[in-house]
């Protein structure tokens, strides 16, 4: 066996390149972790991990950059209406950032996403 370094994407990075890829119609992160369970794939085609590294919490599987991009290339060919390079969908509230409490405390009932998504600041 040969060892050599390969550039390797953590799954939220292959996730993105996905989104960037393909669009936002599904949680990419979602997608591959179900992929990785063997519940689902996209057309019949699987991106699934090659290793998994140590980070500070623990191991995380990663993805051969390689492999993401020719599986978004793929998919990309069988989607009828693909959205390249779409920006982030923002939504905007009002909220006091001087409020003390927790995130998770502060909830907010937003009306419907914009038509169009904000462009990055």
Do not use: C
């Amino acid at each position: 066996m040969a060892m050599a370094p390969r550039k390797v994407l953590t799954t939220d990075e292959a996730a993105l390149v996905l989104r960037l890829r393909l669009g936002d119609q599904q949680s990419w992160v979602y997608t591959l972790a179900d992929m990785r369970r063997n519940r689902t794939s996209l057309y019949g085609m699987k991106l699934l991990p090659v290793a998994r590294v140590m980070v500070s919490d623990g191991y995380q599987p990663v993805y051969l950059t390689s492999q993401v991009f020719a599986f978004a290339q793929a998919v990309a060919e069988r989607l009828p209406n693909v959205t390249k390079n779409k920006p982030v969908s923002q939504i905007e509230i009002d909220m006091d950032l001087e409020d003390g409490r927790s995130w998770h405390v502060r909830k907010f009932k937003v009306a419907a996403r914009p038509a169009r998504p904000a462009k990055a600041p």
